[in-house]
């Protein structure tokens, strides 16, 4: 088998670019057999028809998946109850915790089954001054996706659905509790967090330059800590009892004109496969599903990055979820309601969670309203 692969570089911000070329691409027959991906950026496509259910060779070939029935995968790759995508990498956010400054501060490690409460109680502590320095217990983190476990881990959804949600739910009490502390209580009461003006001042206050204890962070963070005191847990449970970690997956999707649908869906298979998989690993990435990750990935972390509990990372692929999928992207949200300029107003503490989201809310649900009405109207 050969793959042509033809590659589409753009800046941050400007995605939109690789989205026009492809759109034409489709319009003009020129498009390629198989389109890789973000797991939350195809919906679009197969809305217009563009792209090709992979249900029927599933059957066909009694394959075995690479998916899981977790809220992540099972999300990502279905859209209106159809499969469409399969996933080639992932990408869980966890703990990042600093050894050095938990044994100092006489707190115990984080283990795997810690809770909220243990975590609030040991970013309070790890908090104080070391030879005139300011070190800070914890370090928060900006938006939507990173901050949804601190609320589902209790329960609570931010809207009725997850697949084209019809109902914001964004002032629900978890969800306004979680936003409180992490983006307003730990800069501005508890200063357990250095604030952004803070860390814009002192590039130190960062968990790799030795400034705070504990992070909720990803892949990317793990180069910058390679041989620092640094380790990673999963995150704490809440009153579910229950480990939830955002799990962001990019893979492939077949288009509807491929030229070559046996060939492209054998294509789609490699990629899935050990083989490819294998590749995966060696460049840093995490493996499409836990199992693999374990076997392929773990291996190759622990002698890479040093880390004693690399294994949390597969573990947070298991049970793992995501924000809402569907036309309406988080990008979306940012743009026609507001959702980023709210969050960015807690953090910076001009307003609290509950005011923010109280303003929040309305227009989440008009932007779900506009939508379905166009939908209504499409037929």
Not at 46 to 53: F, H, M, N, V, Y
Not at 83 to 111: E, I, K, N, Q
Not at 286 to 310: D, K, Q, T
Not at 336 to 352: I, P, Q
Request: overall charge positive.
């Amino acid at each position: 088998m050969r793959l042509d692969v033809e590659h589409e570089t753009v800046s941050i911000g400007d995605e939109w670019r690789a989205h026009a070329r492809l759109g034409a691409a489709i319009a003009g027959g020129t498009v390629a057999d198989l389109v890789h991906f973000s797991g939350m950026e195809w919906q679009l496509y197969a809305s217009r028809g563009s792209l090709q259910p992979v249900a029927e060779l599933v059957s066909r070939d009694r394959w075995v998946l690479p998916w899981t029935d977790d809220e992540a995968y099972d999300g990502q790759a279905h859209f209106r109850g159809k499969r469409y995508f399969t996933p080639f990498s992932a990408a869980p956010l966890l703990m990042f915790w600093r050894r050095d400054h938990f044994a100092h501060a006489g707190v115990p490690a984080p283990r795997p089954e810690w809770t909220y409460l243990e975590f609030q109680d040991a970013a309070q502590r790890l908090t104080r001054r070391v030879g005139g320095r300011q070190l800070f217990g914890y370090d928060w983190t900006p938006g939507y996706l990173p901050n949804l476990p601190w609320w589902r881990m209790n329960g609570a959804y931010e809207w009725d659905r997850l697949a084209e949600p019809r109902k914001a739910q964004w002032t629900a009490p978890a969800v306004v509790e979680a936003f409180q502390y992490q983006l307003y209580d730990s800069q501005h009461t508890l200063r357990i967090s250095p604030t952004l003006a803070q860390k814009s001042a002192d590039a130190r206050l960062r968990l790799e330059h030795g400034g705070v204890a504990m992070k909720v962070a990803g892949l990317e963070l793990l180069p910058r800590v390679a041989g620092q005191p640094v380790d990673v847990q999963v995150l704490p449970t809440g009153k579910t009892r229950r480990k939830v970690h955002v799990n962001s997956l990019d893979g492939q999707v077949m288009t509807r004109n491929s030229k070559d649908r046996d060939a492209s869906w054998e294509a789609l298979k490699w990629l899935s496969s050990e083989n490819a998989q294998w590749r995966v690993a060696d460049s840093g990435r995490l493996c499409n599903v836990s199992e693999l990750s374990r076997r392929l990935w773990l291996p190759m972390a622990r002698a890479r990055y040093g880390l004693a509990n690399a294994e949390a990372f597969p573990r947070a692929l298991d049970g793992s979820t995501i924000g809402c999928t569907g036309e309406i992207t988080e990008q979306a949200l940012d743009r026609d309601a507001g959702l980023g300029e709210a969050l960015a107003g807690v953090r910076d503490g001009k307003a609290t969670a509950k005011d923010a989201l109280e303003r929040l809310q309305p227009r989440l649900q008009r932007l779900l309203d506009s939508y379905w009405a166009a939908e209504r109207a499409r037929g």
